[in-house]
């Protein structure tokens, strides 16, 4: 039962840094628009592949009953990544958005993870 939860929360947090260097550890521009505005780094696009892709573990772990683990494991693992990724921020300001990344995915994670376990629970 340890090594099974231990795996609910490993699984969610190497698959969400890996997830994280395919889909926006590559993008480190910003893009400057012609009235001199900027955006960026990440277009909408990669964060959505972001999350679509973190959906299959978080889904595998929750239907087996560890919520927390699979929402600490996930949280965890974009939590590095982003700090990792955002380390060299001259403003200082990183750990500002790692700390909201952070909160986010612990709700957004926590979430599903629950509402995927109590479906599964219904039909077991």
């Known amino acids: 039962m340890k090594n099974e939860r231990l795996l609910a ?5 190497v698959t969400a840094i890996a997830a994280w260097a395919v889909w926006l550890g590559w993008d480190q521009h910003r893009d400057v628009h012609p009235d001199g505005s900027t955006t960026g780094p990440y277009a909408a696009w990669q964060v ?5 892709t973190l959906l299959a573990p978080v889904c595998w772990s929750a239907a087996r009953h560890h919520v927390a683990a699979t929402a600490l494991g996930t949280t965890a693992g974009l939590t590095a990544a982003a700090a990792f990724d955002w380390s060299d921020d001259s403003s200082g300001l990183f750990m500002v958005g790692v700390v909201l990344l952070a909160l986010g995915t612990l709700a957004a ?4 993870s629950a509402v995927v376990s109590t479906a599964r629970r219904g039909t077991a």
Not at 48 to 52: A, D, F, H, S
Not at 109 to 112: C, D, E, G, K, L
């Open 9 to 13: 929360s490993l699984v969610p947090a």
């Open 48 to 52: 959505i592949g972001l999350v679509l």
């Open 109 to 112: 994670t926590a979430a599903v």
